[in-house]
């Protein structure tokens, strides 16, 4: 709540002066509230789908490292947001109308191109992961989602190519992950979807544990499991396409908060608590980050995927040794 | 159903598991009858655990079953319930090994397993702690730490307890004497014979047997993924056939597979 209001009060302008306009009278709610270039506004957009991503983000993390049974899965690492921003930029590119800029007002059919960016992204995933685990073991997941990563990166270079050179910045600083605010059709568009695919990972989250330790154990303990794989992998496309039309292809997130909160809350004590933790520390670490990325370099607003991966490297890195010296 | 001595439990006819590119089973026919405890012996790679994991009812595509399989669904006694009004379940399944990829403490994993046959409704993780079974095997002390610091030992043991304390009519244990000191073993084969007490129905796949000549009432030998036998008199340990099974000799069938 704290980082919320501060988010609200700081960036490259200061609303002070507009909340006092507001306060005193000199301005009217509603005008306000109708008046789409509002500074504030903008800043509560930023808020809400800074929070939602990150809530969105790290309960599908969470979700896929249950479902693969893999502590390197996240939707980021084996390649959905690359094909989701691959996805759209075609979109842009293939139809020229909108590549002026990111023109969300035509939001609808990016965000279904984002899907199906990301289901595509899956399926790949899905086939290509299952036929080389047996031969390669967990880490072939990284190494698949690398090879994702680098195919989808190259044809986003090629897309750059077709590219006016004014979009081209905006459309690079989002493929690095940020959050740019169009109004509040997009927060309506996007933010219940995240909010709803993280409540529902929560939900969803004890099968998905039983999931954790093997499809087999999860059946003989009463787990249907092809439901749940379809249930979680239709929630993860549409999040995870909802998460890179908010924020652009973020990183690290899904990877950085569930082995946070599992280093944190280990304890059975936070056995309930685990999930919903999860999904908030997810919120609250990128609305920071967000806030980071507004204020820190103010006036130039670096993409907020700089500080999450800025912030999520070094605590990853830990993990790893730490894992190390455990085996 | 009550509790009687003389109801078939378990039965399999013609039954036979695929997985591309051959028959892992073939033509498997035997039968268990309540409060039976069963060992399920041959060389590594008959099969005995895929056997075990057909009749739990967990195979996955690519795996496929044909044939007839039937397990019958029964009321066990009560003895080893506490205070929890657990669901009762057809199997449960003791795999021969498990990894956690979570960071959870025994309690949580107690819980997770005994919880979802209680249909949630108790939340408290203390009800599943109170199972006699649990404090058999010795469980209160390790509720607290962490899987990944547990002693192969440990884990086996308390994922031992989590399977038997499941209210299940036919208990399918893949190698649970694995990692376990002569005293645990012992507590292992002392809360099955409990168990067949009262009318459960047990499978177990060894490999250390000879010990267990009187405490075993049938004996299955799988060799090459077929039944060499199991319709010997109950409670005669087939010293002779044991030993072919296992030195390969005089098992021509077997070579049918291959």
């Known amino acids: ?327 | 159903m009550s509790v009687s001595s003389g109801q078939r439990r378990v039965f399999l006819r013609r039954f036979s598991v695929w997985r591309q590119p051959r028959w892992i089973l073939t033509d498997l026919s035997a039968e268990l009858y309540a409060g039976e405890l069963c060992a399920l012996v041959g060389p590594n790679g008959s099969g005995k655990s895929t056997l075990l994991r057909a009749l739990a009812g967990v195979l996955q595509p690519p795996w496929q079953v044909s044939g007839e399989l039937e397990i019958a669904f029964f009321e066990r006694g009560a003895v080893f319930q506490g205070a929890v009004e657990l669901e009762m379940r057809k199997v449960s399944w003791v795999a021969q090994s498990l990894t956690p990829t979570d960071e959870m403490t025994v309690r949580e994993f107690i819980w997770l397993s005994l919880a979802h046959s209680n249909k949630g409704r108790t939340k408290s993780p203390e009800v599943f702690e109170a199972l006699p079974v649990l404090e058999r095997f010795g469980v209160g002390p390790l509720l607290d730490t962490l899987i990944s610091d547990l002693s192969g030992g440990q884990w086996q043991r308390v994922r031992l307890a989590c399977g038997l304390a499941l209210r299940a009519g036919v208990f399918l244990l893949d190698e649970p004497d694995t990692y376990l000191d002569e005293r645990w073993r012992e507590v292992l084969w002392s809360v099955l014979a409990d168990l067949c007490a009262q009318g459960a129905c047990i499978i177990v796949a060894l490999h250390r047997f000879d010990d267990l000549q009187t405490r075993v009432d049938r004996w299955w030998g799988l060799a090459g993924g077929q039944l060499m036998f199991s319709h010997q008199e109950l409670g005669v340990y087939p010293g002779a056939l044991l030993e072919r099974l296992f030195l390969g000799k005089g098992l021509d069938s077997a070579k049918r597979v291959g």
């Open chain 1, 1 to 327: 709540m704290f980082f919320a209001l501060l988010a609200l009060m700081f960036g490259p302008a200061t609303p002070l002066n507009v909340w006092f306009e507001l306060l005193s009278g000199k301005r009217n709610w509603l005008d306000f509230l109708s008046d789409n270039s509002s500074v504030l506004k903008l800043r509560l957009v930023h808020v809400i789908l800074s929070i939602t991503t990150g809530m969105a983000l790290s309960a599908a993390g969470r979700a896929m490292q249950q479902l693969m049974q893999n502590p390197l899965a996240d939707p980021h690492v084996v390649g959905l947001s690359a094909g989701s921003t691959s996805a759209v930029l075609l979109t842009i590119v293939l139809f020229p109308a909108y590549s002026a800029t990111l023109l969300w007002d035509v939001f609808p059919a990016l965000w279904i191109s984002a899907a199906l960016g990301s289901f595509i992204a899956l399926i790949l995933v899905q086939v290509v992961f299952q036929r080389v685990v047996r031969r390669w073991g967990v880490a072939s997941l990284a190494l698949v989602g690398l090879l994702l990563n680098a195919s989808f990166s190259a044809f986003l270079m090629l897309i750059f190519a077709r590219l006016s050179p004014d979009s081209l910045a905006e459309v690079q600083a989002w493929t690095l992950g940020s959050i740019q605010p169009h109004g509040l059709f997009q927060v309506v568009l996007i933010a219940p979807v995240l909010l709803l695919g993280a409540l529902a990972f929560v939900v969803l989250d004890k099968e998905l544990k039983l999931m954790s330790f093997g499809v087999e154990f999860a059946s003989s303990h009463g787990v249907n499991v092809r439901r749940l794989r379809q249930k979680s992998l239709v929630i993860l496309m549409l999040v995870s396409a909802a998460a890179v039309c908010a924020a652009g292809s973020v990183g690290f997130i899904g990877l950085l908060i569930p082995h946070l909160t599992r280093r944190l809350f280990f304890r059975s004590a936070w056995l309930w608590a685990r999930p919903w933790l999860n999904v908030l520390l997810g919120g609250g670490f990128l609305l920071i980050a967000d806030l980071c990325s507004r204020t820190l370099t103010s006036p130039l607003e670096l993409p907020v995927g700089v500080y999450t991966a800025l912030f999520s490297a070094p605590f990853l890195m830990a993990v790893l040794l730490r894992k190390e010296r455990v085996a």
